[in-house]
């Protein structure tokens, strides 16, 4: 991977970065071409809003929403596709009531739950039952694990249950001890383990950011799309534009730069400053479609 461009960071005129890699390149050469069959769809954590110790605190880049909104009424449409519930990644973008969002939809818990901007409506299905069994036993299986102090859960709405080590005296050894015995539980339960910065996420089987995004793709008979992401989460959705791309739809993989997951900026076709950088991006995408 080259060097990449950094994006301007004047305020009013910021400048569209080239991607480093000739499938990027042709990429974003679709999209500007043909913005209203493009689709940007972008994870929220890491990428739109910066990691914080306690998720609870995340909260969008101040620069995030202006810029989805300049951006939304040009393209096809805009998606947020998260881990969270939409309904907290809503609340945390302040993506609700916003003029020039009508086309965004959050499309939550790697897809299983969806909110639409137009109509305000959140959709989901029934949660796993999996999920409240593995939450029963947990305590116990972290204690005899001794990931010890600083390791805690998040509760993700009843779809999901999130043990995060950031906070531990030393996250990655904690993260290694317990990868083990989490994925033992949730294979006992029926769910699987999804594993990311510093979180091991216990969640249902065949729902993922890469389906998510395929299908929604199709709903909006997308011919091109960009992506950002950051983490390991992320990873099947670079998949699925990796497989658009062989099927002949552009993608434009962006990575919202992180030194923690190296292997998603080493799959990117352009690497930018984190969420500053991502909203600059959207800003200077916008600004060139006029």
Request: hydrophobic share 45%; proline share 9%; net charge negative.
């Amino acid at each position: 991977m080259g060097t990449q461009e950094t994006p301007s960071t004047d305020p009013v005129s910021p400048t569209l970065p080239v991607p480093t890699t000739s499938a990027g390149r042709e990429a974003l050469a679709a999209i500007l071409a043909r913005p209203g069959r493009a689709l940007v769809a972008l994870d929220f954590d890491g990428t739109l809003a910066p990691i914080v110790e306690n998720p609870e605190d995340a909260r969008a880049h101040p620069g995030a929403r202006p810029a989805l909104a300049a951006l939304a009424p040009k393209v096809a449409a805009v998606a947020v596709v998260t881990g969270r519930p939409a309904e907290v990644a809503v609340r945390n973008g302040g993506f609700a009531g916003v003029a020039g969002l009508e086309r965004l939809s959050v499309l939550g818990h790697y897809g299983a739950e969806r909110w639409d901007a137009r109509t305000g409506a959140l959709t989901a299905p029934a949660p796993h039952p999996g999920v409240a069994a593995v939450r029963a036993e947990l305590p116990a299986v972290l204690e005899a694990a001794q990931g010890g102090p600083g390791v805690w859960v998040e509760e993700k709405g009843g779809r999901a249950v999130a043990v995060h080590t950031r906070r531990a005296d030393d996250p990655q050894a904690a993260f290694d001890a317990l990868r083990a015995p989490l994925t033992d539980l949730a294979a006992r339960h029926g769910l699987i383990v999804e594993p990311g910065r510093m979180v091991l996420e216990l969640r249902p089987p065949g729902i993922d950011k890469g389906v998510a995004l395929l299908d929604h793709v199709r709903e909006v008979g997308a011919e091109s799309v960009l992506y950002a992401g950051d983490d390991l989460g992320d990873l099947p959705a670079f998949a699925a534009v990796e497989k658009l791309r062989a099927d002949g739809v552009p993608g434009l993989l962006v990575c919202s730069g992180s030194t923690e997951v190296g292997e998603v900026a080493q799959r990117a076709d352009l690497v930018v400053d984190g969420p500053a950088g991502v909203v600059e991006l959207l800003r200077a995408l916008a600004d060139q479609l006029g």
